[in-house]
């Protein structure tokens, strides 16, 4: 299996319900580093998985709407608890959604998987990973 990852960043703002989460139910800030692989079992006729400045730009564009802001306050995530799980899977089926539409350099239909990992620190990490078809 052949992957390709790209990192980058978003900074955002968060607050979870339930006891579980002791003093991280105050609002409080996050910085997490993304790092989103896409995995083929072959490489193209160009010896790539996937172009990687295309992924970093699709990339980009997934985490732009998650920079900088508040989480409890986007809509769509009203009611849910915005945990860094939460959050892989969000920005996995973002990224899904192009791979699918050839928005990565090659035919979504000869890649395999995605997986995203996000780093919540230099001791803590999760990731979601899933077939594309």
């Known amino acids: 299996m052949y992957a390709v990852e790209v990192r980058d960043h ?17 609002l409080h800030g996050a910085t997490f580093v993304v790092d989103a692989a896409v995995l083929a079992d072959t490489l193209d006729e160009n010896g790539i998985v996937i172009d990687i400045g295309l992924a970093h730009e699709v990339l980009k564009s997934v985490l ?11 809509p769509e995530f009203a009611g849910r608890n ?5 959050l892989t899977r969000h920005i996995h089926d973002r990224l899904a959604e192009a791979a699918r539409s050839n928005k990565l350099g090659r035919d979504g239909k000869e ?7 996000i780093s919540e620190s230099h001791v803590a990490r999760a990731w979601y990973e899933a077939p594309l078809w």
Request: proline residues 5%.
């Open 10 to 26: 978003i900074m955002i703002a968060h607050s979870f319900k339930g006891a579980v989460f002791g003093p991280a139910q105050a």
């Open 64 to 74: 732009g709407p998650l920079t900088y802001k508040n989480l409890d306050t986007i």
């Open 82 to 86: 915005t945990t860094t799980e939460f």
């Open 111 to 117: 890649l395999k998987a995605i997986r995203v990992t």
